[in-house]
């Protein structure tokens, strides 16, 4: 997959069916549907696939529990629906994941416990297992590390886990599998009009600096938290649509939470709800929502954020986290909804569900906010079923729902990589870890390059590895020898090799807590 042959790729097309703009969730997913369903498909990526919001969820495939509290059946349905269709469709990186909730009141356990019937009832055959109450000896075998202390007894039920950067990985890799294009570091600088109609894009390969101009049947806005930019090209005076809003997380070591189950805290005093997951070898605490004006291409956790999440953990754990002992903490960007959904003046917009919006401007330019990493594929689909008629694309229905994704295993297993595992290891470094406190091989580093654009030594330790998002102390050590292997297989200079091993260190500092 060397870039010079994509690049050459796109010149030489002369005009695509569809255009997606924007590398996370939402654009891979609606890539994935456009492509299966045999359209012409590129896809553009500004920086990395899942740079932005997309690898920095809380790692769940979720019906949505906290949902019920608020009556939103129909969104409780769609999820569960969705995420059946995930552990089928990519069963190498989404994997059934047992949740207990301790409880200190009884009440609260018949609450909760009336709630996740509901649950495992809305789920239907669908189910990953029934819940079930436990007493609190049960509660501490199945959450040792836990707060015993006025312990009376728990809840346990199931939902998914997952890897989301190495799902928008593979959801990339299905593009490529299924004829389409999906290239990163290829900004969309302006979009181009013909007789009041959007009909193509200018980009700018952001490696060169070469230019090019794209012609498009159709074109998606997948932009996120940066949608709004996009449709203020399309529309200069296009109103706000968004009201971003912040995540954080923070990573423990294992050994706060020795345990295979996660722990959901159902009360926080923001009204939500914080989750400690285990997560590759490591404990996930999150999330935040605080709520930002401004759009930082790498956020990170506000000083409250980060004593919020350990406060809040410190109540339910023996042993409360401090911040040294941190091991990574990162934030992302959620695109909610804002005051704009109603739509621009003159467009038509149309709501399919209370989690995501589609608009479509006078000009023509599809434009989707809101969403989550559950239900992309049902996203995906709904927006290319708006985009077909627009574009006047010929109708074909979506195939997505049975399509297996790229690597899958034919069952569940623990590698990402699922049928790639062997290619990785026919290169050269198999086996051989390039930190001792990283599973990250050499072989994985070349695979990542040759096969899965990876273009700096961000993209190998954020994203194709998570090791970032893990042990950033590690992650910052294991820089140079990355660096050193980018080299190898892209002809860096020692000038080139230094700076990405600079940017990489200087941006690990930001996810230590600890200074």
Known sequence: ???????????????????????????????????????ATLLLEAHDFAKGTSSRSTKLIHGGVRYLAQGRLGLVREALE?????????????????????????????????????????????????????SARDTVAALPGVRQEGLVGGIAYMDARFDDARLAITLMRSVFDLGGLAINYLPVTALRHEAGRVV????????????????????????????????????????????????AHLVLDRDFLPTDSALLIPHTPDGRVLFAIPWKGKVLLGTTDTPRTDLPLEPRPLAGEIDFILETAGRYLARPPRREDVRSAFAGLRPLIGSGQDGAKGGTTAALSREHLIQVSRQGLVSVAGGKWTTYRRMGEQIVDTAIPIGGLPPRPCRTRELQLHGHPGAGCED?????????????????????ALTLTEAEVRHAIRHEQARSVEDLLARRHRALFIDARSARDAAPAVAALLADELGFDEGQTREQTEAFQRLAEGFLTDG
Request: glycine share 12%; aromatic share 6%; charged share 20%.
């Open 1 to 39: 997959m060397k870039r010079e042959a994509l690049l050459a790729r796109l010149r030489s097309t002369p005009r695509w069916d569809v255009l997606v703009i924007g590398g996370g969730a939402t654009g891979l997913g609606c890539a994935v549907d456009a492509a299966a369903r045999g359209y």
């Open 82 to 134: 969705e995420r059946a269709i995930l552990l089928a469709n990519a069963p190498h990186l989404v994997h059934p994941q047992r949740f207990v909730v301790p409880v200190y009141r009884q009440w609260d356990r018949l609450v909760l416990g009336v709630g996740l019937t509901a649950y495992d009832w809305l789920a239907g055959g669908r189910s990953l297992g029934a819940s079930r109450l436990l």
């Open 200 to 247: 193509g894009a200018d980009a700018r390969d952001a490696e060169s600096g070469a230019r090019f101009s794209i012609a498009a049947r159709v074109i998606i806005n997948a932009g996120g938290v940066w949608a709004d930019t996009l449709r203020q090209l399309d529309e200069p005076q296009a109103p706000a649509q968004l009201a971003p809003s912040q995540g």
């Open 416 to 436: 990402v990589f699922g049928t790639d595992r062997a290619q990785v290891d026919n290169l050269p470094g198999a086996g051989k870890q390039i930190h001792p």
